[in-house]
């Protein structure tokens, strides 16, 4: 068990819908990450918040938006949703910002 | 951040060590090797890591040449819970980007009895 808290496990939607995925970090921790996985771009990093503020982008889409709130946790909207959003989200946290993350268990996403 | 190559696939006996190459043959003096691994679906697990010196914990040593060009994790007696697909990571050190991971597509480990 890492620490980190992901919820929904699983989530099955429509196209053209939003969801909003949570994470919890590690007791502790200030800074969270999200990432994506899916069967044909492996894990890719998203966006990263430190203590509320963001701090790096990656390859995330102007559909997707996140933040992380005062108590440190940390939500992912995906709105507009397309067949190909289908994929694991993993949430990851860390001490500060060069510390090794941790990861959750991730939340399966499927577009009906 | 430097890009890693490693084996597509290992095969392990269990209870004998493993060992993990990857090469990071443009790796910069700031930059550090990490090592992850992710155990079907499940979220990545943090293993090691290191700058320049060889690194042990609980679970792995990381061995890291002197050039620093490349690296070798080795999981001293593996078990079948070992099967993963293990990610060598060359991430750089402070910076405004350091704090995300790039994953490549990793080595798939199979430990078979």
């Known amino acids: 068990d890492s620490g980190v808290t992901q919820t929904p496990k699983h989530l099955i939607t429509a196209t053209g819908q939003r969801v909003t995925l949570r994470c919890s970090p590690r007791?502790?921790?200030?800074?969270v990450y999200w990432y994506q996985q899916s069967l044909d771009q492996g894990l890719q990093f998203l966006i990263q918040?430190?203590?509320?503020?963001?701090?790096a982008k990656g390859n995330i889409l102007e559909r997707f938006s996140a933040q992380q709130f005062p108590d440190l946790h940390s939500e992912l909207n995906l709105s507009s949703l397309e067949l190909g959003d289908s994929a694991l989200y993993f949430c990851a946290s860390s001490v500060d910002e060069g510390q090794p993350q941790h990861f959750g268990d991730g939340t399966r996403l499927s577009i009906l | 951040d430097a890009k890693t190559t490693q084996p597509t696939s290992m095969d392990c006996a269990e209870g004998r060590a493993a060992n993990l190459p990857c090469n990071h043959s443009?790796?910069?003096?700031?930059?550090?090797v990490y090592w992850y691994r992710q155990i079907h679906s499940q979220g990545p697990q943090y293993i090691i890591h290191?700058?320049?010196n060889n690194e042990t914990n609980e679970m792995a040593s990381l061995i890291i040449t002197e050039d620093r060009k490349s690296s070798t994790l080795i999981l001293p007696h593996a078990t079948l819970r070992d099967t993963a697909v293990y990610y060598c990571?060359?991430?750089?050190?402070?910076?405004?980007?350091?704090?995300?991971?790039?994953f490549g597509a990793g080595t798939q480990v199979v430990v078979t009895p």
């Open positions: 918040y430190y203590n509320g503020e963001e701090r």
């Open positions: 290191g700058l320049k």
């Open positions: 990571i060359v991430r750089v050190g402070r910076t405004s980007s350091w704090g995300k991971l790039q």
């Open positions: 007791s502790g921790d200030l800074s």
């Open positions: 443009t790796i910069s003096g700031n930059e550090y």
